[in-house]
């Protein structure tokens, strides 16, 4: 066990020398968020109206940003072979890798989001209910994002690419978490999208692993 | 003992190799000799299990590496074109990470001779982006006195070292084939005498 | 003096908690950019005597690969 | 005019420079912001429509003044830096961001704050709130933007040009906000009018002004002289000064350290 370990350490130690990666996502997150007001109208009532929908876009925008961290470094440098060649399981070694990204770059966007919310002038349930799906929700992006990285991390342009590739994918999230927090604004019960989003992200924990392996191989030969 | 058997590799619609065989005993050093892009480092790549051939196959000790990849991986060190040490981290960082992931455990002084050996005294605890590409290297290089493995796959060893550091390689090559190594290595410059005895196996350039 | 007692000076016309918060946290920003500042200072100039120390080093290590070849 | 100026292109002068003013902004602001703010707070008199949380207006107002003069500030010195390729100037302007930044947020949180009672909500998308906002993302740019070259002398440059692009929009961005909010004049904020300033609620106002600039140029003389150590690490001065430094702090420390041993 202490060889993933290992990694995780490795990777959380990378993170903090490299802050400004971390940041940015983060602050366009707030400046898409913010764009919104002037671009829309500042009343407080349409705000909360297009809220869900404002925050949950923008975390999918900022997540593909901070995607692409996720393995660049460790192919162009060599590091990736390594990985495969020290033997261990490499869909274990990305599930690591993920759960490390995810904690480095969706944890702050939880703590971001109460900010978000007095932006949007959501209620208390209603950030209750956005905190749940984003909690449910950042993890099953992270991991079907890596399963794209992993495509596409070879190629040079990989970016936008990368944002074609996985927003389509995205789109069931959106629509479950966006409606599970509109259902809160209405005091109405919201745990069978919640349920969904579960379901997605128990899939995805199950399955992506292996598939993030074999995209890696993929992109490696 | 490694062997290839009717390896075919291809690139971008140009066939690099086709039907290559080979066999390297333990205790051979074999020199992979051809022009640029003959296809030496594929070859290379082929026989760690990086890339796989499009026919033919590589065993180990009679096991094919594709299938029971940890037991070879195990006794196996690959020096690539990439240095596999992450820029932001300090050379003493990268290679205690990477020692832990091959499951090698080494005291810190163990390290700080070995970068010494390769000349890197004082610059330890540099972030190895401030390092020159050569010196990293030559981190990179410094993981094979670390690293207690039989089958050594180096791809152009010798292209960041100074007089001394070939010198130095060359002898630790024979020592390891001394002691019942296998080595598998492509250089620019011939090798010299102090490299020892070892066998020639030339890849022609096809159009 | 403005208000009657210390304690409608605290209670501060019923606004207690905004005014204590933005003064707190005025002050907090502004000690926290300061400290920053010269916990920085501090660090530079023993960087400054680490990076010295490992010229010394380097140069005493080539004299030595002179002196041994 | 500039003769005087030049010398201290030079960095060791300019290190020498911040030394001697530093002592006399930390007196400065503590001074001033120590009376401003007894005064605002205890002696000033209320506001007849909002009664003491008017009172935060003696942070507010400095700070969202001064917030926008330290991006102006940096911009002349980007300017400075740009014309005359001075490269103290460059890095007194990197050495000012942080501290603009600071400034905006303090302007952001206290107006909030200020903004609660009045309009019920923490946030209200007000224009002057809305600018301070930009203005803050405008400083978090320049920042990032110096954070991401390696070569500092090539980051000073490129932040230099971001400084001045920012301070060309600032009132483009000032005008379309005020404009885009009495637009949406309809929806349901209440404007609330400036407070009247009688005299003697205005001069606590100007003292903790003086007191914030001087807090400013304070801590921005403390990280230009961060900066310059920074980038003329390899000088011999700076090497003399580190071990000097270094020096007199063991002393310190074996002196309090033989002292609690004494007693």
Known sequence: MSLYHGIFKRDMQIAFKQKAELVQPLMFLLMVVTLFPLGVSPSPDTLQRIGPG???????????????????????????????????????????????HWLVSFVPLLLLSPLLAMFLNLTVDMYVALVLTLLLGTPLLSLIGAIAVGLTVGLQKGGVLLALLLIPVFIPLLIFA????????????????????????????????????YSLKVSQN | MLEACGLTCSKRDRTLFEGLSLVINAGELLYLRGPNGAGKTSLLRIL????????????????????????????????????????????????????????????VNALYDVLEKVGLVGLEDVPVRYLSAGQQRRVALSRLWLKPAKVWILDEPFTALDVKGIHMLESSMKDHVAKGGLIVTTSHQPLSETAGKHRVFDLEYRF | MQFDSFAAFINMGGYAFYVWLSFGVTFVAMGIIAIQSFIKHQNLLKQVVVEQERKARIKRARKQQQAST | MWKWLHPYAKTERAYQLCLTLQPWFWAGALLCLSIGTVWGLAFAPQDYQQGDS??????????????????????????????????????????????GAVMTFIALFTGAAWGKPMWGAWWVWDARLTSELILLFLYMGVIALYGAFEDKQQAGKAAGVMALVGVVNIPIIHYSVEWWNTLHQGATISKFDNPSIAPEMLWPLLINLLGFAFFIGAVTTVRL?????????????????????????????????????GN
């Open chain 1, 54 to 100: 404002v925050i949950w876009i923008a975390a999918i925008l900022s997540s593909l940003m901070a995607m692409e961290r996720l393995f660049r470094d460790d192919f162009q440098d060599g590091s990736l072979e390594q990985y495969i060649l020290s033997g261990m399981a490499l869909p274990a070694v990305s599930a690591v890798k993920v759960a490390a």
């Open chain 1, 178 to 213: 966006t409606s599970a927090v509109d259902s809160a604004a209405l005091q109405l019960p919201y745990h069978a999208q919640l349920a969904i989003i579960a379901a997605m992200l128990l899939l995805a924990t199950a399955l992506a692993p292996f598939a993030i392996a």
């Open chain 2, 48 to 107: 760690t299990a990086l890339n796989e051939p499009e026919l033919g196959t590589v065993l180990y000790n009679g096991i094919d590496i594709s299938k029971d990849k940890s037991g070879y991986y195990q006794a196996l060190f690959y020096l690539g074109h990439k240095s596999g040490t992450n820029g932001s981290l300090s050379a003493l960082d990268n290679l205690s990470f990477w020692l832990a992931q091959h499951k090698v455990s080494v005291d």
């Open chain 4, 54 to 99: 008017f009172r935060i207006i003696y942070i507010h107002v400095p700070s969202a003044i001064l917030s926008m003069g330290t991006y102006v500030a940096m911009a002349i010195a980007a300017l400075v830096g740009m014309v005359w390729q001075w490269r103290t100037a460059y890095m007194s302007m990197i050495a000012m961001a942080p501290i």
């Open chain 4, 225 to 261: 002289r961060n900066e310059i150590v920074l980038r003329e690490m390899h000088r011999p001065w700076v090497q003399t000064l580190a071990k000097q430094q270094l020096a007199n702090t063991q002393q310190k420390r074996a002196a309090n350290q033989n002292m609690t041993e």
